[in-house]
């Protein structure tokens, strides 16, 4: 059977595996293995386990972050490190069976890789490392194949100059000098040329702009955009673009809120290296738990706009949920890609990092990291809510990633 028709898609589930390793300390169970493939049936909303990747070694420990080629069947995955150097692994994608077979690895030349970027013109991933705040641009080639990165970029301060290096936190993630250091926790271009990288700063409080060169991966610093108003520590983590919309928006881990951003494209053509043009304008600022919920007792996770473009959605880490929002798109109201808020939702575990649609919109995977399971979920897309309808036993999942693989050619099926 292949997974290249059908209703059939693979969710390929991430663990971590030495928690001695990581900034943050997990409470579930360390997992044998760093990577799963289930088979998904979106008819029926059930998944089956079809292969386990049992690569071991200090390469590949604490995979965190992955991303599927646009076009070939090839997915990427970067290891989560505090103490070493992060990787970036790529692996070919059977499409009858969903195993993984490594075809090529390069050092991402940081420490806690922890964010992938697809460039448009598929010449580079762009990537950074949380721990040392550096980022770079790896090279790939025609078959997807990573390549030596040439040049990495440490993430300045705000004001340019030299960041300030970081600090073992030890037993709490959440010590104050977490605050007070450059932390990069993504990168992501814009959707309109692909030449800035936005770079939130959970550190710094900001999120960071740099001039993407297509040519030579070079990424120039270019100025920060504050998260809120007010002196509060927000603590950005990801950052999301509306796929219709001149709207972006930011997850702000430690302050439990989403800041809402517009944009003009002209700022984001003009934006040249060394500049200090702020190209998102902040609209509005929600939060992600209820009012009287202690601030303190939560953090959050992921952040992501439906497929329909309808709702946006975080995952509360403490209150355990998942919030639901409605964007705003009555032009009479002036407040178009704002939000609103349509419900709290727990996600049947502890500690929701990260969560993902099924390709069709209508199924939910939410990775539960500290109680060793992923919960599965119907999505109402009228409604904006989510229904539980089961869970699956995965040892400290920390990323989901659904994966619908390429049609092959004719001539690509003849070789095989």
Known sequence: MSYEDGTKQFIVVSCYTQFENLAHKPRGTPSQFGMQVFGFDSTTGLMTTLSINTETGDTVVNPAFSRFHPTLNVLYSVSESVKNDGYLT???????????????QESCLGTSTCYITTAPDLRHLLYVNYWDSTLGAMPIDAAGKPLPVEKKTRAP????????????????PHSKHRTEETHAHAIVLDPCFGRVA?????????IKQFVYDRATGALDYAGWIPCGNGPKHRGPRYIEFHPTLNVAYTVNELASTVSVYTFVE???????PGSTDRTLQ???EIDTVPTAFPRKMN????????????????SNRGHDSVVVYEVMTDPCSGSVGQLRTCGYFHTSGHTPRHFAFDLTGK??????QDSDCVSVFRFNEEE?????????????????????????????KARL
């Open 90 to 104: 790529a692996y070919s994608v059977d499409v009858s069976t969903g195993e993984l077979s490594r075809i090529g």
């Open 157 to 172: 301060s705000k004001d340019g100059g030299e960041a300030r290096p970081p600090q073992q936190h030890g037993d709490d």
């Open 198 to 206: 936005f770079v939130p700063d959970l550190g710094e409080d900001c």
């Open 266 to 272: 002209e700022r984001l053509r003009a934006l040249a």
């Open 282 to 284: 902040l609209a509005q």
């Open 299 to 314: 953090t959050c996770g992921r952040i992501c706009v439906s497929p329909s473009g309808k709702h946006v959605l975080v």
């Open 363 to 368: 199924w939910f995977f939410v990775a539960n």
């Open 384 to 412: 904006g809510a989510l229904t539980y309808a089961q869970s699956y036993s995965v040892n400290s999942p920390n990323f989901v990633c659904p994966i619908k693989p390429h049609k092959r050619t004719t001539a690509q």
